[in-house]
């Protein structure tokens, strides 16, 4: 039997807790302003939210009359609950329970968009890549990817060994180090829930330059176009904390490492 991913028993409900509701409605609101505003959208485009979480911003697009916006997780959990927020809202919100590296389709997307740090999760980088190649074999001609992360710039020197964070009663108490060899983010994250409960989690999270990802993004047929370091549209500087990257979509490279797996 393999041995499980981090990401696989990592995002659940405490994560849910910590890092989803912390966002208020008017923050996704903002948020998804600068998603319309960046990608040029239309009401008639498909739209994919990639690594959706509980389809915040997939569910905010459908309130505001996108007609095909569809949101793509591995965790059923978060799902069926973004499903239950469309029906009872009754939106046409489409949701659909697959690993990133695999995007049904081909060519048949105006716009891809990925928020809050969803790329890097492979120990092993060509299954990163095969991201990026399922992305730029998605898209249509002319169409647009949206990558929202930490800036590793700013990573590499203000992360702290140990740190809390939270609000009462809910707190997280990190033990990171950050491995400058593979530059990749290692971290055991402590849990305390209201009624005192505690879980230990792991995660790894490889971090990328903005040089690396327009490498290995122009790889897939993505060209790179502006990055911000924030939706305020800030210029990205070592002192961002985000990085927000703008690619178009041009001529895919038959030979994409991740074709088979579509």
């Given at each position: 039997m393999s041995k499980k991913e981090w990401w696989e028993?990592?995002?659940?409900?405490?994560?849910?807790r910590f890092s989803f509701d912390a966002h208020t409605p008017e923050h996704t609101a903002e948020q998804v302003e600068f998603v319309i505003k960046t990608l040029d959208?239309?009401?008639?485009?498909?739209?994919?939210?990639?690594c959706c979480g509980i389809g915040r911003h997939a569910l905010e697009l459908s309130r505001r009359g996108f007609v095909h916006v569809t949101g793509q997780d591995?965790?059923?959990?978060?799902?069926?609950?973004?499903?239950?927020?469309?029906?009872?809202?009754?939106?046409?919100?489409e949701f659909l329970n697959s690993d990133m590296r695999r995007i049904p389709g081909y060519a048949n997307l105006d716009a891809i968009y990925s928020w809050h740090t969803s790329f890097g999760?492979?120990?092993?980088?060509?299954?990163?890549?095969?991201?990026?190649?399922?992305?730029?074999?998605?898209?249509?001609?002319?169409?647009?990817?949206?990558?929202?992360?930490?800036?590793?710039d700013w990573v590499i020197r203000n992360i702290a060994a140990k740190s809390w964070h939270g609000e009462t009663p809910n707190y997280i108490l990190e033990d990171n180090h950050f491995d400058l060899a593979t530059s990749t983010h290692h971290g055991e994250?402590?849990?305390?829930?209201?009624?005192?409960?505690?879980?230990?989690?792991?995660?790894?999270?490889?971090?990328?330059?903005?040089?690396?990802?327009?490498?290995?993004?122009a790889r897939y047929g993505l060209r790179f176009i502006q990055a911000w370091g924030s939706?305020?549209?800030?210029?990205?500087?070592l002192d961002s904390r985000r990085m927000i990257i703008l690619f178009s979509k041009g001529e895919v490279d038959s030979s994409a490492i991740a074709r088979g797996l579509r």
């Open positions: 028993s990592f995002f659940d409900s405490e994560w849910k959208l239309k009401r008639e485009d498909n739209i994919l939210d990639l591995f965790t059923q959990e978060y799902l069926e609950i973004a499903s239950r927020k469309a029906k009872d809202e009754g939106l046409s919100t999760y492979f120990e092993n980088e060509a299954e990163n890549e095969k991201v990026a190649d399922a992305i730029g074999g998605a898209l249509k001609q002319g169409g647009r990817f949206l990558l929202d992360l930490n800036n590793r994250w402590t849990f305390i829930n209201e009624y005192g409960k505690i879980s230990v989690k792991r995660m790894q999270l490889r971090q990328y330059s903005l040089h690396e990802l327009i490498e290995i993004f939706i305020e549209g800030e210029p990205l500087t």
